[in-house]
């Protein structure tokens, strides 16, 4: 892929893509950058999750010459088993595929509840800083309620899940439209600033 003068090579999915999820392959799969600086994290796609921001979020990390990958989580797509309750479940791949990164950006929606539990699951074993995405208001302080580290407020040390933190979190975009383009410099500009404090 060319951006401006700066070429990335990026190796794309086995999976065929979705029309509602914005042109993003199936669940399961890792679009994985020449080098793992950053991994951008989307619950799988279908009915419940339109995930058309990922790939203009990730375009536009790209053009900021930031090699970054793409995983589609497998169980993502919080489709319900029983009732209105929705499934989810992370594979120790996947949170493998994530540890592989300097730094995940993690894609959330609109229902507070339900991704801060997801968060919770995901943030069990991953170990690097990442910076969380979502539709819905949400503070550090949501996170570190279910043991997961912030930047500004950590759980108790026997409550935390694990090294991961999360660094920066940006709110407000908006699942299955265009992502505004104050929110993709914000995102920008909360990537290269985490990626600052690692480096």
């Given amino acids: ?44 796609s279908g009915r419940r ?48 595929q994530i540890n592989m990164h300097k730094m995940a950006i993690i894609h959330f929606g609109n229902v507070r509840n339900h991704f801060v539990k ?20 949400v503070d550090f302080e949501d996170f570190a309620k279910v043991g997961i580290k912030t930047r500004y407020v950590k759980p108790k040390e026997k409550d935390q899940l694990s090294d991961g933190v999360i660094m920066n979190i940006v709110n407000g975009v908006t699942r299955g439209d265009a992502a505004p383009r104050d929110k993709l410099s914000e995102i920008i500009v909360k990537v290269k600033e985490t990626l600052g404090q690692i480096q």
């Fill in 1 to 44: 892929m060319n951006f401006d003068r700066n070429t990335q090579v990026v190796d794309c999915r086995l999976g065929i893509s979705h029309g509602k999820g914005g042109s993003l392959a199936r669940a399961g799969t890792l679009s994985q950058a020449g080098k793992l600086d950053v991994v951008v994290v989307a619950m799988g």
């Fill in 49 to 96: 999750h339109v995930t058309k921001p990922i790939c203009e979020i990730t375009y536009a990390i790209r053009r900021e010459n930031i090699q970054t990958g793409v995983l589609v989580l497998y169980a993502g797509t919080g489709y319900p088993e029983s009732g209105t309750m929705g499934s989810f479940g992370i594979d120790p791949k996947e949170i493998d």
């Fill in 118 to 137: 997801k968060a919770r699951d995901i943030f069990s074993g991953v170990r690097i800083p990442a910076v969380i995405i979502t539709q819905a208001l």
